[in-house]
């Protein structure tokens, strides 16, 4: 059996993030200055996609709890939950993949694993709520299946159980998808490239 070329783990003392550089710098400099800060104080955790070969910080994302009220999902979305006010989400923070590793799928494997630890956390969550920084980032998270808030043209949302339906899914065979070693083929990473093609 192969190592895949990329592991995620927690964030941690043990790696080194000063080389790391996506090409934005607000988000270098929060992996770099604040990001153990954030988790030090239960803000966000951070989690990184470390090259297996070189030990690098391929790529990041952050996690932490949130809420969505209920008047900012379309009436589709809510016909058949709860009328609670907000409803629980798990936003994805930040994410970023270093200038070094972007075009090679890792985008994509972060969405998922996102997605992966979000529904096995033991805390019941609705959906996974991302704050798109420009109209790219908009199109990005679209091309998986997210859809913007009511009014919130920048901030979308992808539904766990809609999520969790499609990493059970198996692809046909034949189908060669970019960055298929990433995480050994789990479904859920085969899910966003298939819908993504990142």
Do not use: W
């Amino acid at each position: 059996m192969t190592t895949p070329p990329f592991r995620f783990d927690a964030l941690s003392s043990v790696h080194d993030r000063t080389a790391f550089r996506c090409g934005e710098e607000v988000l270098d400099r929060y992996l770099q200055t604040q990001a153990t800060q954030d988790i030090r104080r239960r803000v966000a955790n951070c989690f990184v996609a470390v090259e297996a070969v070189t030990g690098q910080v391929a790529a990041y994302y952050t996690l932490s709890a949130a809420s969505v009220p209920l008047v900012d999902l379309r009436l589709e979305e809510t016909r058949r939950l709860p009328r609670y006010p907000t409803l629980p989400t798990v936003r994805v923070g930040r994410l970023a993949v270093d200038q070094r590793f972007q075009k090679r799928g890792l985008g994509a494997a972060l969405l998922a694993d996102a997605a992966r630890r979000t529904l096995q956390a033991p805390p019941a969550v609705f959906t996974l709520l991302v704050d798109a920084k420009n109209d790219g980032a908009v199109a990005f998270y679209e091309r998986f299946g997210f859809r913007a808030l009511y009014g919130h043209p920048r901030t979308l949302f992808l539904p766990l159980a809609t999520a969790q339906r499609s990493f059970s899914k198996t692809p046909p065979t034949d189908s060669a998808m970019p960055g298929d070693g990433i995480l050994g083929r789990s479904s859920s990473v085969r899910y966003f490239q298939r819908r993504g093609g990142r």
